[in-house]
Each structure stands twice: as structure tokens, then as C-alpha cells.
């Protein structure tokens, strides 16, 4: 029994940030019913880099095509969402509300309701503009801070889409507990601009505190003085971090720099971040003497932070993940078998897991039926095109 068995959820999402919402409430046992367009949803059909997001983010889940453009669709909408738990929505600031289906018009039905909306920026001047994971990166700070100076760079996945949809869960389960004790729904708001700036916060706190702002990541004045992607004897590279005087000590011993533990004026991190320009060329050169695999047989156990720089499809063949229980199978929508992560939780030592990927309107006939839509009327709902796909029961 999961913690969330017997919540239902209903999505009106696409892409990633609204998706990601469910994906999480899924895993955690919450029943996710994702409401498609008629064909389905054209995340679907995104090639390069958005091949991934519907598998990703829509796993467990299960699936009805409405025609939201018709009346009897919308009808259709409003009766699934009166019998939710949760809705979940990242259309454009006021799609839902011009279709009858905003927060205010279902929980006027349905006041035990929580609605999450996932927009581009919360309640202020921006609260109208249409904005993207990018579109938050570059406004944000993070492109700024990610790419060498002058050359702003979006982070590598999609950070901003995926923490806007976990702030969106945090909120969805405290108005959980706070309706165990009001009885009464909630209006939940996430948002990409506003989940950037905290993501930035640490940089705008450092201005705060040194009165300097902070450099872009890749030309920043690190912390520490070892902390860095070092080259390894076969041309590759590894990542080492140095983040205490104990393990500055560990670091000196493990490969014998005797001289520089024996320098005094070194002990210290602080001093040894003042002395990085004499000292990185002496630590790269003794690192780039041993190929990746030696480096990494002499680091494992060490107790220093170290990382051999890897892929995302190393992952598919990670022990640790695979170990682990943080991949789990997946079939996609042509046949291909593979392995996705799972949410990076454990409860009481048990993983979760993703579920199956549902197809464009799978659940359609069930769902409708246990909303108490009888044969006559699954039918009628289909051939009028309200709901599909078309391969609905057909009157007896």
C-alpha cells in the first residue's frame, strides 16, 4: 500500500513540468488519469531533444482523448475532474478558465478539489507571458551562470520543467494534509521563473554576502582549491573534490605528495584556494599519470568526492542503478524495450517504480464507464468524436 493508494489525480498536461507532477504522484501510488487531445498528445510526436519527454514523464499513468473543443468533451472533463482528488493543469495562462474547466468553476463543484496549476511565472507583471524551461534559464540566471562568461548556456536537461513539477507535488500534499483537517481543496501554483530564481538563490545570497557578484560557473572562484575535472593518462577525464583539511591529508597520502602535506602554509583550505595557481599544475600532473580505471580503483573507498565524467546512456548499463532498483522497464510506444529511472525515492527501503506507458486513449472506455457513462452513451461519446479513440464499444 503506498502512501498515496486511493488519491485519484487527473492531468491536463503536455511536455514536461505538468507531467512531471503526475509522474511523481503515480509512483508514489496516486491513481493518474492523463487527458489527451483527440490523437493524442502531440508530445508524443516531439523528435530530438523532446523524444524522450512522453516516456519519461507518463509512465503508470492512464489515458482518455477528449475533445475539449466540444461541448460534450468539456462535459465529459468536468464530471472526471468531480471525481478527483487532485487536478493538474500547465495549459496557457487562462485556457482552462476559458473553458470551463479553471480552478474556480471545479471547485465550486467539487470543494475537496486540489488544483495545481504549473505556469511559466506566478501571480506579477510577467504572469501573462508564455515561458519555456529555456526561456526561465536565460531570464532566471542559470544560463548565466551555467556557460563560460559572455556565453550563456541552458543546463543540460530539462532543471527548471522537473524541480517547477516536484515544487508542484511539495504544495499538492500540503494541501493534502491541510484538507485531513479542513475538508476543503486548495488552489496549488508552481512556476518556472520563480523556480529558477531559488534554484539561483545561493548566487544571489553570495552577492548579498560579499558584495561581489558571482561569476558564471565555469570562471567562478571555487570554494575549495581541488575540486575540478582532471585528464587521466588514456584521454579521458575524471572529477575530484578536495572539501576538507582531513581529506587534503587523505588526498597527499593516496598519492604520495609528501612535500605538499609536509608545507605548512597549505593545512589550510582557505590557503590552499589562495595558492590554486602553483598548486593545480603539480596536482594535474600527478593525476594525469594514471589511466581513468586505475584513478578510480584508488579513489573507490577513499572517502574523497570523486566521478568518472559520464554519459546519460552510461546509464543504462549502471551497476549501482541497476543494483539499486533505479531503472525499471519500460516499453515504448513502437515495441523497443527499455530502462527509465524511476523517482529517487525510497520508502522504508523499498524503491518505486515507473509503470507501463500507456497508449493515446487506452483507458478511455473504462474510465468513462466508472464515471457511470453507460454502453449507449460510451458510443454516442465516440462516434460524435467527443471523446476517442474511435475503437469504442459500439451499442449493443
Known amino acids: 500500500m503506498l502512501p498515496l493508494s486511493g488519491i485519484r489525480v487527473v492531468e491536463f498536461t503536455h511536455m514536461v513540468m505538468g ?8 509512483e508514489l501510488g496516486a491513481e493518474v488519469i492523463k487527458v489527451e487531445a483527440i490523437g493524442g498528445d502531440a508530445t508524443r510526436r516531439l523528435l530530438g531533444s ?6 519519461m514523464y507518463n509512465r503508470g499513468k492512464a489515458s482518455i482523448c477528449i475533445d475539449l473543443k466540444s461541448a460534450d468533451g468539456v462535459a465529459v472533463a468536468r464530471r472526471l475532474a468531480a471525481s478527483a482528488d487532485i487536478v493538474v493543469e500547465n495549459f496557457r495562462p487562462g485556457a482552462m478558465d476559458r473553458l470551463g474547466l479553471g480552478p474556480d468553476a471545479l471547485r465550486a463543484e467539487n470543494p475537496r478539489l486540489i488544483y495545481c496549476s504549473e505556469k511559466g511565472f506566478l501571480a506579477g507583471p510577467y504572469e501573462d507571458r508564455t515561458a519555456l524551461d529555456e526561456v526561465a534559464q536565460m531570464m532566471g540566471g542559470l544560463a548565466y551562470m551555467t556557460g563560460p562568461p559572455g556565453r550563456p548556456l541552458r543546463a543540460g536537461a530539462s532543471v527548471i520543467d522537473v524541480a517547477g513539477g516536484m515544487f508542484g507535488v511539495i504544495g499538492v500534499l500540503a494541501a493534502l494534509e491541510a ?21 539561483v538563490g545561493q548566487h544571489m ?38 572539501v576538507t583539511d582531513a581529506l587534503w591529508q587523505k588526498f597527499c597520502a593516496l598519492f604520495g605528495l609528501d612535500d605538499l602535506w ?43 568526492p570523486f566521478a568518472p565524467i559520464g554519459r546519460p546512456e552510461d546509464l543504462f548499463t549502471d551497476p549501482h542503478l541497476l543494483a539499486g532498483q533505479g531503472l525499471a522497464p519500460v516499453t515504448l ?3 523497443t524495450h527499455t530502462l527509465l529511472p524511476v523517482v529517487p525515492i525510497a520508502l522504508d527501503g523499498a524503491r518505486l517504480g515507473g509503470g507501463a506507458l500507456p497508449a493515446a486513449g487506452a483507458d478511455t472506455a473504462a474510465v468513462l464507464a466508472g464515471l457511470g457513462y ?12 467527443a471523446v476517442g479513440p474511435s475503437n469504442l464499444p459500439a451499442t449493443p
Not at 523532446?50 to 516516456?55: C, I, L, S, V
Open 333 to 335: 510506444d513502437d515495441g
Open 205 to 242: 545570497a553570495q552577492m548579498a554576502v560579499t558584495g561581489q557578484a558571482a561569476a558564471p560557473m565555469p570562471a567562478r572562484v571555487s570554494a575549495w582549491a581541488i575540486y575540478d575535472v582532471f585528464d587521466t593518462a588514456d584521454g579521458q577525464q575524471l572529477f575530484v573534490g578536495v
Open 179 to 199: 484538507r485531513h483537517r479542513t475538508g476543503q481543496g486548495m488552489h496549488v501554483q508552481s512556476a518556472l521563473f520563480e523556480t529558477t530564481a531559488y534554484l
Open 262 to 304: 609536509a608545507d605548512l602554509s597549505l593545512r589550510a583550505n582557505n590557503a590552499r584556494v589562495q595558492a590554486r595557481d602553483t598548486l593545480m599544475p603539480r596536482v594535474r600532473a600527478e593525476l594525469a599519470r594514471f589511466t581513468r580505471a586505475e584513478l578510480l580503483a584508488r579513489l573507490d573507498g577513499s572517502g574523497l
Open 374 to 385: 453507460d454502453a449507449d452513451a460510451i458510443a454516442a461519446l465516440s462516434a460524435s468524436g
Open 19 to 26: 507531467p512531471a507532477v503526475g509522474a511523481i504522484l503515480v
Open 50 to 55: 523532446g523524444a524522450g519527454y512522453f516516456p
